[in-house]
């Protein structure tokens, strides 16, 4: 899987990681599907009611369906929604056990779901990493 990032979705990424270090903040990825790649076009930020702690983040749940809902609907059903990104201000880009715990959940529901994770700080940059839920089949 390739996963292709605009330009315009990086800098929105790194201004909301900015905005609010030293706390982690996170979001939606919304984008389409090619095949097997993911191109990510557009992110819908935490929400007003979301919790921002130095080693974690809730997003606001009812204002991001709310935003994910108008998404959709202004682009008459063309994007789709492709995983969750959050930062890690200051820290690494690798995935916690909760955000691996969360990336099975939402798997779950959407094939090939991604989490993607931007790490760093206004002084070294940010690094971002995504990876993609894979689903496994047992005989």
């Known amino acids: 899987m390739t996963i292709w990032l ?3 979705v990086e800098k929105l990424l790194v201004a909301s990681a900015e905005n609010l270090a030293p706390f982690e903040t996170g979001g939606m990825l919304l984008g389409w599907r090619d095949e097997s790649d993911r191109i990510i076009t557009d992110i819908v930020g935490p929400g007003d009611r979301a919790l921002h702690g130095r080693y974690a ?15 959709f609907a202004r682009s008459a059903g063309d994007l789709d929604y492709l995983g ?6 200051g820290g ?18 959407v094939p ?11 002084d070294t940059g940010w690094l971002m990493k995504a990876w993609a839920h894979r689903r496994t089949s047992f005989l």
Not at 58 to 65: A, I, L, M, N
Not at 92 to 109: F, N, P, V
Not at 112 to 121: E, P, S
């Open 112 to 122: 090939g779901a991604l989490t993607l994770i931007a790490a760093g700080d206004r």
């Open 57 to 71: 983040f809730v997003p606001d749940h009812r204002w991001q369906k709310q935003q994910l809902g108008s998404a």
């Open 6 to 8: 605009t330009t315009a």
């Open 84 to 89: 969750d990104w959050h930062t890690h201000p």
């Open 92 to 109: 690494y880009a690798e995935m916690s056990a909760i955000d691996r715990a969360t990336l099975r959940r939402i798997g779950r529901k």
